[in-house]
């Protein structure tokens, strides 16, 4: 059985940083991309970043490139999106999801996580 945990998520304010985590069981984590989305109140899911298996990849949103980073640890089965300078427009649900392709569309993403709330506050 598939899981995919984050945590990490919280209250910060405008400025702030934050470290969300994604920890994987059942499944042969380094043979998947990994990817974290993001979805507000009222809104449609959105990608935010992804890193394909071995974590030479790395892909962006726009509006988060310069100021998140994803990365992952093969060893302990865990992606991770170091978020800094986070602004008010950045709080929603986060989500890690694991496919085949390091992409930007949801769709070909296999599994995903229960999601993590990220606040953020002006």
């Known amino acids: 059985q598939v899981q995919l945990v984050e945590s990490g998520g919280g209250l910060v304010q405008a400025g702030g940083s934050l470290r969300l985590s994604c920890a994987a069981s059942?499944?042969?984590?380094?043979?998947?991309?990994m990817g974290w989305f993001r979805q507000a109140p009222g809104k449609e899911r959105e990608f935010v970043a992804a890193?394909?298996?071995?974590?030479?990849?790395?892909y962006y949103a726009d509006s988060v490139k310069g100021r998140f980073t994803i990365s992952r640890d093969n060893a302990k089965n865990t992606v991770y999106l170091q978020m800094n300078s986070l602004k008010p427009e950045d709080t929603a649900v986060y989500y890690c999801?694991?496919?085949?392709?390091?992409?930007?569309?949801?769709?070909?993403?296999?599994?995903w996580g229960q999601g993590t709330q990220v606040s953020v506050s002006s």
């Open positions: 999801a694991a496919g085949n392709l390091a992409v930007r569309t949801h769709g070909p993403y296999r599994y």
């Open positions: 890193i394909n298996w071995s974590g030479g990849s790395t």
């Open positions: 059942g499944l042969t984590f380094s043979s998947y991309a």
